[in-house]
């Protein structure tokens, strides 16, 4: 049981490249996340989707596309990556049953991916 | 708007024990608690749910205050293998239901010396 896979570990960069980062999950969750961790500033959610085929904005979108492409798939694309966005990427999936409301949320992370923009 | 997290930092020997808060301006369904190795995935300690619940997980437990939107967690008699960096995450109370922003907080470092 491989929980959350996220790909690639670490990728560098060009300013102005773009590239989509990959999240899958195996445990049939409903909501998968989104994270970028920076130092002093903590897990910041930049888009989150709480069921296949819908997506919010988190706190800082900017910069960034998501596709929920499947219940299991939740991809992070960076259109023309800059500098600022170097950062350790982090996807995470949940369950939530509306019909329990006693159902544990606990979100499971995947092992992250490192980027690094030059 | 992410949650306030206090202390930022603490240092302690093994045994002592710990509190660390985090606080919301918002109103809360629930508060999750993670942990961080260095290098690693933020792994899931224990979820409170609106009801002003505790619960415990070994020497460590926490509490939830909804009416004024705080959490505690409480580690007593810490050991080396406490040490990491510890996140409160938060779900918005919506129609007395939570819904799926979950946001964390900036982070307490503990670390633990022998």
């Known amino acids: 049981n491989a929980g959350v896979t996220q790909t690639p570990k670490f990728q560098v960069l060009k300013t102005g490249q773009s590239m989509t980062l990959q999240c899958a999950q195996d445990m049939n969750h409903n909501s998968m996340y989104w994270y970028r961790q920076d130092p002093g500033m903590g897990l910041r959610l930049i888009y989150y989707?709480?069921?296949?085929?819908?997506?919010d904005k988190g706190e800082v979108p900017n910069g960034y596309n998501v596709s929920r492409l499947n219940k299991r798939e939740f991809s992070l694309r960076l259109e023309s990556a800059a500098p600022s966005q170097t950062s350790v990427y982090f996807c995470a999936s949940s369950e939530k049953d509306r019909a329990n409301v006693t159902r544990n949320t606990e979100a499971f992370f995947g092992q992250g991916t490192r980027l690094t923009v030059v | 708007q992410q949650p306030v997290q206090s202390p930022q930092a603490v240092i302690l020997r093994e045994g002592e024990d710990a509190v660390i808060n985090c606080s919301s301006s918002?109103?809360?369904?629930?508060v999750h608690w993670y942990r961080q190795k260095h290098g690693e995935a933020p792994v899931f300690l224990m979820i409170l749910l609106k009801g002003g619940e505790q619960k415990g997980h070994e020497k460590i437990s926490a509490s939830f205050n909804e009416k004024k939107q705080q959490s505690s967690l409480y580690l007593t008699a810490s050991q080396l293998s406490y040490s990491g960096t510890y996140f409160c995450g938060t779900e918005p109370l919506i129609s007395n239901f939570g819904n799926e922003k979950l946001t964390f907080g900036t982070g307490t470092r503990l670390t633990i010396i022998p």
């Open positions: 918002k109103a809360l369904y629930s």
């Open positions: 989707s709480a069921s296949e085929g819908t997506t």
